[in-house]
Nanobody, 119 residues
Framework: QVQLVESGGGLVQPGGSLRLSCAAS????????MSWYRQAPGKERELVAR????????NYADSVKGRFTISRDNAKNMVSLQMNSLKPEDTAVYYC????????????WGQGTQVTVSS
């Protein structure tokens, strides 16, 4: 049974930091690219960060470059997103996403975790 379970969301003040984690199971984690997406109310879901299989390359949305860092631990089947210098516009539900490196149909979404940046 495929599972992607996010954790670490919550309420943080502007300028603060938060670390999100995604625990994966039920599929070959190490041959899937892993990403974090986010969606705010009334907005389209957008790519925040991606790290390729097995972890040699990363890319980020322009809005988070220099503030967010994505990482993965293939031995633990886990991907993380370290978020620093948080802004109110970072408020959204954050989703973990897995994409098989070669098989287009091999993709999975987590349930999401809420991040709220407010004073």
């Amino acid at each position: 049974q495929v599972q992607l379970v996010e954790s670490g969301g919550g309420l943080v003040q502007p300028g603060g930091s938060l670390r999100l984690s995604c625990a994966a199971s039920g599929f070959a984690f190490s041959i899937h690219d892993m990403s974090w997406y986010r969606q705010a109310p009334g907005k389209e879901r957008e790519l925040v960060a991606r790290i390729t299989s097995p972890g040699g390359s990363t890319n980020y949305a322009d809005s988070v470059k220099g503030r967010f860092t994505i990482s993965r631990d293939n031995a633990k089947n886990m991907v993380s997103l370290q978020m620093n210098s948080l802004k109110p516009e970072d408020t959204a539900v954050y989703y973990c996403y897995a994409q098989h490196r070669f098989v287009s149909a091999g993709h999975y979404w987590g349930q999401g975790t809420q991040v709220t940046v407010s004073s």
